[in-house]
């Protein structure tokens, strides 16, 4: 017994919190699976390959980031668990249906429902304000007018930009726009946010904000979320990291810490 203890006394705490994460995910059923996943391109006589068998689950509230350095196919990775490309082989599983070979229109009518997506570089109406890009997504499922607008203004205060609705996109800094396209995530309250390098056009400051807004929908809203980036300095907003490499992802990855 005082054998048992003196091991325990020796462990990290890092090394304990992985463990109780490991045991909470074991009760926990994932809300994404990708198994065996393999991507491949042809260039003129040439096959490249970007992603070599991957697998990988994904839990209800983790927040999750995807590091890598450029051209390590993380954002591949990204896009076909989102639906956007499909794999070459294997299969993406999502909340235990399986996504992998569905029709487009169909992967989009659940992505909707699922996800919110925030790309490095947003894509405005530019005649639209603020505001009228927020509801975008809602209109675009035939949501009443007032119910979306009302919705767009409650995730515009909820990301500190409030008093930019009736502003163009093209009038914000990088770091309002980034915030704005945050909150046209949220708007349908997806369960899972999804970001694709959302600091990369960012200063310091303004990305340091982005990230605690992370945070806090995955501690206080309790969505789960995946964050793609290059960035190792992102890694203690983590709950879980993923390193990838040479598209494939690092054994022992996902206890990785700076």
């Known amino acids: 017994m005082a054998q048992e203890m003196t091991a325990v006394k020796e462990k990290t705490i890092a090394e304990l919190a992985a463990e109780s994460a490991s045991a909470s995910q074991n009760t926990q059923k994932a809300v994404i699976e990708v198994n065996d996943v393999s991507k491949s ?26 590091l890598g350095p450029s051209g390590s196919g993380k954002s591949t990775l990204l896009n076909i668990l989102l639906g956007l490309e499909a794999p070459t082989t294997g299969h993406v599983v999502l909340n235990g249906t399986d996504i992998t070979y569905m029709k487009t229109d169909k992967i989009a009518k659940i992505r909707y429902g699922v996800y919110g997506i925030i790309f490095q570089r947003s894509d405005w109406i530019r005649s639209f304000s603020v505001l009228d890009n927020v509801t975008l997504p809602l209109a675009l499922n035939n949501i009443k007018k007032k119910i979306r607008r009302e919705q767009a203004w409650m995730r515009l205060k909820q990301v500190g930009m409030a008093d930019h609705g009736l502003y163009y996109p093209t009038e914000l800094s990088g770091g309002q726009q980034q915030k704005v396209s945050l ?26 904000r982005v990230m605690n807004t992370f ?26 990291t993923i390193y990838v490499r040479d598209g494939t992802i690092i054994e022992g990855s996902e206890q990785f810490k700076k």
């Open 215 to 240: 945070k806090d929908l995955n501690e206080k809203e309790h969505k789960t979320v995946m964050m793609v980036t290059h960035n190792i300095d992102y890694v203690r907003y983590a709950s879980r």
């Open 41 to 66: 391109f042809v260039v003129g006589k040439n096959v490249i390959s970007v992603l070599k068998n991957i697998n990988l689950k994904i839990y209800p509230e983790e927040f999750i980031i995807i």
């Open 183 to 208: 909150a046209r995530s949220l708007i349908n309250d997806p369960p899972i946010i999804v970001a694709d390098e959302p600091t990369g056009n960012l200063d310091s400051v303004s990305a340091e």
